[in-house]
């Protein structure tokens, strides 16, 4: 079946859906974007997506053709056009057409929206059942990580990085302290018990998932500590994993080449990704 596409208002079969060669995101990286997870053809934690898409465009300056009630209806249109039950939702907003230059075009210039889908079984994951296998590597990113930016290359540069070192993954690490994955977040379980991931900063992203499994951590009485960890405090822990829109929970079992949890996934961390699945599932929209 060929993917219905949405492009500033218009839907177009994937063949179609063209973007000029001067728009700012092909140009110059200007814009930002949002994944949403489709489970069961409803939108699971929207709300938490459509507030830091606001965040994202307000902090560089960029407005939304969409309101509120506009934003849903197309990522509800664009479920039902594609007869979706799992995957994901990739939103992209840019500042539009203009002619190339450093400085940003006049005020009005119409921004560019797009959002597709890619089918996923986002419950059947091989890697929650067994874990994954991460590298440390040094996190050379911009400044403004709380954006979510379509500035991706030193991501993906790590990522490949990690895996010709045989890992699945990158941990960044900034100032002797882990900062995230690639594109997820890093969280350890100490020996104790005390689920340990980075406070919110300009250093990562605000993931909507880290908040989901932050929540559900407090209601089923699990300790948590948001600070800054050190690569040596990650391969001590008991366990490890990470959480992102559409993989929800995933262990870690070995960091750079070290065995987390006798290279098993933990108790604790299966038990967050039921406790995930079951409640975000039962919300979904």
Known sequence: MTRIIYINGEWLP???????????GFLMADGIYEVTCVLDGKLVDYAGHAA???????????VLPLDEDGLLAVHREIVARNGMDQGMIYLQLTRGVADRDFAYPPAGTPPTLVLFTQAKNVLENRAAEEGIAVALLPDLRWGR?????????????????????????????????VTESSAATSHIVTADDVLVTRDLSHALLPGITRASVLELAAEHGIRVEERPFTPAEAVAAREAFITSATNFVVPVVRIDGAVIGGGKPGALTRDLRRYYIETRRAAAI
Do not use: N
Request: glycine share 6%; proline share 2%; hydrophobic share 40%.
């Open 52 to 62: 830091r898409l606001q965040r994202s465009a307000r902090e560089l300056g960029m």
């Open 145 to 177: 990580r709380d954006i979510k930016t379509i500035q991706l290359l030193y991501p993906c540069m790590a990522k490949m990085e990690a895996k010709e070192r045989g890992a699945d993954d990158a941990w960044l690490v900034e100032d002797g302290h």
């Open 14 to 24: 994937e063949s179609e859906a063209k973007v000029s060669v001067f728009d700012r």
